[in-house]
């Protein structure tokens, strides 16, 4: 039986880069064949249907667990494949075997990890920054729905209302409410509509800003609500009240949902990273552990060698 003598001398470098190499990329493809399963099975689990398919907090269970196994299975085949084809290394205490084992697994993990984010670095980043873009998207959704409540900017609203008589948003919704007659009440007709309704919607943008409707600018658009309805001033005076008070309620409520959003999609973004923080240093721990495991594999076959060079059996 044909002998293999290892190059085990002083010249015999304490890193075996090919088996690090090596293990990196078993532990890179792995993880890819991984990711690809992973994304078939839970595209598998959705369904556009109302109460068929997982839910979104059974899906972000079994999305969580995946990864921890992705990183679990790739760590520790990367760290056994570095492990085992390492060098030998002889006339060396135990502890250190031990040591440049460890560091195998480790490295083949490092290495794994970098050209994993490399190579799917847009799928990284969506998945750290998704749960942070959406709730972007949405906070700036509800901000918009909320700056719309209120009027718009003072500019865009001065030019809408020129152009229809108050512009088309929700501003121009509560300000077509001023102006409904009371029931069998004829309304009356006096001066031009269209700036009549472009002048009050000025006045609740521009209290809305503030959040205060200042007397003068009530007393304003009671007047013209006055003349447009055939209201009483009094009454006129409390329907303005009563409509930026449900302007202002209605801003509140669409600006609370809009922080809510944010808020939820910021602790699933938090929650997210730590979660991938501790997946990759458990994949980092069992690489480690597995390139232990795999040199001592790779020795202990290797003290099995029969022949005059090793003496043993």
Same mark, same amino acid.
């Given at each position: 039986m044909a002998i293999a003598v290892e190059n085990a001398g002083p010249q015999a470098s304490a890193i075996s880069w090919g088996a690090i190499l090596a293990g990196a990329a078993a532990a890179a493809a792995l993880s890819l064949v991984l990711l690809v399963l992973g994304t078939g099975l839970g595209l598998s689990s959705l369904s556009p249907w109302a109460n068929e398919g997982a839910s979104g907090k059974a899906l972000g269970i079994a999305t969580a667990v995946w990864v921890a196994f992705m990183a679990i299975a790739s760590s520790a085949l990367g =760290?056994? !494949?570095?492990?085992?084809? &390492?060098? &030998?290394?002889? /006339?060396? @205490?135990s502890d250190? !075997?031990?040591?440049?084992?460890? $560091? @195998?697994?480790?490295?083949?993990? $490092?290495?794994a990890t970098l050209a994993t984010a490399a190579f799917l670095s847009s /799928? !990284?980043?969506?998945? !750290?920054s998704g749960g942070v873009k959406a709730g972007s998207q949405v906070a700036g959704g509800a901000a /918009? =729905? $909320?700056?719309?409540?209120?009027?718009?900017? $003072?500019?865009a609203a001065g030019s809408d209302s020129a152009k229809s008589g108050g512009g088309e948003g929700p501003t121009a919704y509560f300000v077509d409410q001023l102006f409904r007659s009371p029931k069998d009440t004829p309304a009356r007709q006096a001066g031009?509509?269209?700036a009549q309704n472009a002048e009050v919607t000025r006045i609740f943008v521009q209290a809305s800003a503030s959040g205060k409707l200042p007397p003068e600018d009530a007393r304003q658009a009671a007047q013209i609500v006055s003349q447009r309805t055939g209201m009483s001033r009094p009454e006129a005076e409390k329907r303005v009240n009563d409509t930026f008070a449900a302007m202002q309620a209605k801003k509140e409520e669409t600006e609370k949902a809009a922080r809510e959003a944010a808020d939820k999609a910021r602790k699933a973004s938090a929650a997210a990273a730590l979660w991938s923080c501790i997946t990759m240093l458990l994949g980092a721990c069992v690489g480690s552990l597995f390139g232990t495991y795999g040199g001592r594999r790779r020795d202990d076959e290797a003290a099995y060698v029969v022949g005059p060079v090793s003496g043993r059996l």
């Open positions: =760290g056994y !494949v570095a492990g085992r084809l &390492r060098t &030998r290394w002889v /006339s060396l @205490h250190e !075997v031990a040591f440049r084992d460890t $560091a @195998h697994g480790f490295l083949a993990w $490092a290495i /799928s !990284v980043a969506g998945i !750290v /918009s =729905g $909320a700056t719309a409540a209120a009027g718009g900017a $003072a500019a031009n509509e269209q």
